[in-house]
């Protein structure tokens, strides 16, 4: 009967971790998966949550079946982490916001509401991209083609290729950009890039689609946000997606939202309707405790400032692997510059490595890093950081 089914070849990243989880080696390291380990390598369960997940215990709540769109409290505590505090379009209810099953069940909710109701308009990805934007977007039946980003000689940004390339796009046409730790290169536009690329897209009537999975991890909360801000200042109306499995380590409770910014409140309840009919007929309604949790800790201020404080350990970690690593990597390889590592952002970074490199590096040194070269930067610690910087300066010096 299913025969004729193809093999699935796996996931590009999934499947690797899967690898490693398999691994017997005791010194494996895992640099593929974007998951945030903490300087003893284990995934950190984060105070202000498990405080607020006591609490949420204590009171025995019964586990009904949430809105379609989510719960209230929640959706609310998203906008204003998203948009701000003091946003004018929170204010004016021009914004529909639903909860997302994780930042990829908000992205497939917006990329069905795309197909839904912008006939015609196709979908541009940076070259390179997370590579499950692209299969959410194809998955929705939409097309979906690359627009420039990285540039792999000088290990940077292709910016006026790509301004010009969104100069030519068609009016209506969809592009998807990561407001800050830019997956898989970390690399991130500067303010002033942004607002050329805001300009741009308004003359263009280009409809920006914000995936933000890292809020946090970049210079901050608040800064993280800024380019999603700043678009909405200045008129343009985003579908933007956030997520809280990396900034509350609740990878596993799928917690995430999808806002569409609309021009008036009547058109942000008429976008809130056809969201939720999207829900109803593909998962019905959301997972109700990593909700919970989420909002507690946002809603309850002392527990969201020990969640700020929390976040900020977790950058600055990472921001001092980058840092360790570029030392030993350069002691090794005087005359090697890998400036890259400490000028990118967030939890990962282009290496520029090969992808028969990447295999040497899993086979012989059991340290697994995506096959694009992509390493997870938050799976170094100071117990690893040394054999990782060795085995590179291997892997480099075989090169010349
Ligand atoms: C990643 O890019 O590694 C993470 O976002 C995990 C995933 O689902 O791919």
């Known amino acids: 009967m299913y025969q004729h089914l193809p093999v699935y070849a796996g996931d590009p990243i999934l499947s690797l971790h899967e ?104 979908v541009w990805v940076s070259d390179p991209t997370w590579d499950n934007h692209e299969s959410l977007m194809q998955g929705a039946g939409l097309k979906v083609a690359r627009y420039p980003y990285y540039d792999a000689d000088s290990n940077g940004l292709r910016y006026d290729e790509m301004l ?114 999207g829900i109803r007929r593909v998962y019905s309604s959301p997972p109700l405790h990593g909700e919970r949790l989420v909002a507690a800790v946002l809603d309850t201020p002392a527990l969201h400032q020990q969640w700020v404080a929390e976040v900020k350990d977790m950058r600055e970690r990472i921001k001092r692997m980058r840092v360790l690593l570029a030392e030993r990597l350069t002691a090794g390889l005087p005359g090697m510059s890998v400036d890259f590592l400490t000028e990118q952002h967030g939890m990962f970074s282009y290496t520029g490595l090969t992808s028969d490199e990447v295999d040497t590096l899993r086979e012989k040194h059991g340290i697994y890093l995506v096959r694009s070269g992509r390493m997870c930067v938050a799976g170094l610690n100071e117990g690893n950081v040394q054999a990782v910087a060795d085995a590179l300066i291997v892997v480099l010096r075989a090169r010349s």
């Not at 609490?55 to 586990?63: D, F, G, N």
């Not at 204003?80 to 505090?85: E, I, N, P, S, Y």
């Not at 010009?164 to 290169?185: D, E, I, K, Y």
């Not at 689609?209 to 800024?226: K, N, P, S, T, V």
């Open 19 to 122: 690898a490693f989880m398999a691994d017997p080696r005791p010194n494996k390291v895992s640099l593929s998966i974007g998951l945030y380990f903490d300087e003893q390598g284990r995934l950190p369960v984060l105070d202000s949550v498990r405080k607020a997940d006591q609490k949420l215990r204590e009171q025995e709540r019964p586990s009904g079946y949430l809105p379609i769109e989510g719960a209230p409290d929640y959706r609310a505590a998203v906008q204003k982490l998203v948009f701000g505090a003091d946003s004018a379009a929170v204010a004016e209810g021009r914004i529909a916001t639903i909860q997302g099953v994780g930042g990829s069940g908000a992205i497939r909710i917006g990329a069905d509401f795309i197909k839904s109701f912008m006939p015609g308009s196709d």
């Open 164 to 277: 010009a390339f969104f100069a030519r796009l068609p009016a209506g046409s969809v592009v998807l950009m990561q407001p800050c730790c830019h997956n898989p290169t970390g690399i991130d536009l500067s303010k002033a890039q942004w607002s050329g690329v805001i300009q741009v897209m308004k003359d263009g009537g280009l409809v920006p689609f914000l995936d933000m999975a890292y809020q946090g991890f970049g210079e901050g909360i608040e800064e993280d946000a800024w380019a999603v801000r700043a678009m909405v200042e200045a008129g343009l109306c985003p579908l933007v997606t956030n997520s809280f499995s990396k900034n509350f380590s609740l990878y596993g409770e799928r917690c995430g939202g999808l806002s569409v910014v609309c021009p008036s409140a009547d058109e942000a309840d008429r976008v809130l309707g056809q969201l939720k009919a």
